[in-house]
């Protein structure tokens, strides 16, 4: 079950979609999905998705980690991805991937539907750099 | 429990890597792990892993699929990577979500221990474009 | 030459890298080099850079364009990278890149050295977009 | 001028993307463009694109230049790029930078028109690593 918090993040991670234009800068597609994240410490940082060609782009929890590291902060309690039409989105691989590496934490939260949140473990289990050296040869 | 087959791969992965000179080209590094994936078709190809400056590189695993694509195949059957001590590394986040891109099959088989394997879906669970739209607000 | 405002702006991409804590979060170095740009409105965005694993992450102009989308902006004026010490950082060829799909303008202007800047097209000539299919075969 | 080398260089690259077919695995869409490079030792490596939802794709050079350090290759001498319509296409800024992490050397040839070949510096000048560290504050 979600909190009154939890659907307020999503309505932060929508508005933020919500307020830029879905367009193309140059070859650059933006805003198809919004994400909010909020901290251990409590604060809340944002970001858009940005696809180019080349596959130089990235996606919106991307740019929200990278918004909360530069404000010197790596602890994220919950995220969330919404696209315009306010569903939600789960994270791709990439970004579950990125959410472990910056926290090293298995137990951020992460809403996948719009009545339910998991822990990031959930999501990834299996994590590479924890499991491969435990291995019996 | 592994095939005999299973374990022919892990060894094909382990000679890729070990067949590659770990060292320093230029600003990349390479060859910390190599990758060894089997086609539904039975073909098998390899990568090894390209570290760069920039975060511009890739996985081996990355490596193993351009390989497989190039030569008109994208059906992968099953997929292991080993490191240069011959440890089982599971796929980074990536890599899992390319995996799924590729094949859009969850049932891909992972090797993620030499005495285990897993499907895709274990280690991918909630792909983001099989989830969001089937969400209720 | 660099005007007033130019250096003001190399300030303020120091500044930036100043400001965040050089150190690993997890598996993420961050906060090598600082970016700070201005658009032809006259905002200025920053960023830091963040290096993972797996090259899953990016630059610090990658952070600063995307904070600069999230605003709704894309026509950068002018761009600089500081690292720690306060040397100016020309930026690599995706940052080249992904300067261009966002403005498609040549034109934009890069401090590569505390006494000179130079423009877009003098740091990526031959844009493959524009060129090759304008070849005569 | 192109040698004769370098025009059966071009035919390579196109045969390779021509070889594939060009369309979606999943979600990723590979083949629009072809790449061969040419090693000084003389041995050619060719790749074919494939780009990814959530920008985890890559370009053609990229796959090429990973499967010559799988043979344990890093020099390269000569590259090229090509369409499935036999149109030299030019490296993106990555692939440029990519070029000169593996390599670390500015003559790399690169034919960026059915007619003609520069060399890397020409594609890349003030590369970050040679530059910064040599400006005078």
Redesign the interface.
Known sequence: MLSKTDKELIKKAYD?VK???ERE????V??HVGVALRTKKGNIY???N??????????AE??A???M????E?DIDIIVAV?RN?????????????I?????NHDVNII????KK?TLK????????E???K???
């Not at 940005?50 to 996606?59: A, R």
């Not at 590291?69 to 010197?72: A, E, G």
């Not at 959930?122 to 750099?129: T, V």
Request: glycine share 8%; net charge neutral; with cysteine.
């Open positions: 933020t307020h830029v234009s800068f140059g070859n650059v933006v805003a944002t970001g858009v940005m696809e180019c060609k080349c596959d130089i782009g990235s996606c991307h740019h980690i990278a918004l590291i530069k404000n010197n790596h696209d306010g569903n939600i989105v789960p994270p791709c691989g990439r970004c579950r991937e990125l472990y590496q910056v926290t090293h996948v539907l719009h009545s998991v959930q999501l990834l289990p299996k994590i590479w750099e499991t491969y050296y291995d019996v040869k």
